[in-house]
């Protein structure tokens, strides 16, 4: 896959791991500064603020991907974006977002209006996450994760595990953003997504690995369950419906 002057896929994946914790780091220092010269304050705008955070550094790191591609000699086109997916694959997709909704919104998000709050905080909140996260973490998580494991030899069950453990980890990091470290909240953030990881990834596979099926399917569970997700986070649980 790789000739002598082209990065191998152990050495991108080693790469983007010192890539993705050195911009974490580096946002997570400047955020609070930010944030107060900004005068954020309340629920809202904080979320709101946190949001547009994880957007850009969700964004960052698909630029990170992009190159780390090139530096391999391939497109970005190649992690799944060429193929529109396999029917299986699209099924499940859509069958693991409408559990997921079903699951959240039946459970913790049951007190928060998410049918009759559309304001201009709600629609572009929602889409914000929608957008960032279906795309980019599906790119990170399923394309270039399993892509590089696949061209190290793994297979493909050691992929969809490895896929599903780094998207938990990541959230269980992600969570300390809002500035409190609970051990049970980021234990809880970390297995929840680390299932819906394995799933995706499951799913990624099913439709032939191709990130359409996987995109669609992880933003349209943001775009209904945020930003109550992160309220719910950031706020302290069921008492903290944003008002």
Known sequence: MSGPNKMSPG????????????????????????????????????????????????????????????????????????RPGRLAGWILALAVAGLHIAGLTAGPLSAYPMTTDWSAWRIGCSVAVAVSAGACEETIFRGFVMRQAGAMGLPTWVQVLLSGLLF????????????RFDLGSSLGAMVSTGVLGLLLASAFVAG?????????????????EEPWLMSFAMGGGFEAAPR
């Not at 698909?62 to 780390?68: G, I």
């Not at 191709?210 to 209904?224: K, M, T």
């Open 168 to 179: 938990g980890l990541a959230h269980a990091l992600w969570g300390l953003m809002s500035g």
């Open 11 to 82: 050495a991108a994946a080693a790469a983007f791991l010192l890539i993705y914790l050195a911009v974490y780091a580096g946002l997570q220092v400047g955020r609070p500064p930010l944030g107060e010269a900004l005068g954020v304050e309340g629920l809202r705008a904080t979320v709101a603020f946190r949001i547009g955070f994880s957007a850009l550094f969700l964004w960052l790191m698909f630029a990170a991907v992009t190159w780390l591609m090139r530096l391999q000699g391939l497109r970005l086109a190649d992690l799944g974006f060429d």
């Open 208 to 224: 032939g690995r191709s990130l359409w099926p996987v995109i669609v399917a992880h933003g349209l569970l943001d775009l209904v």
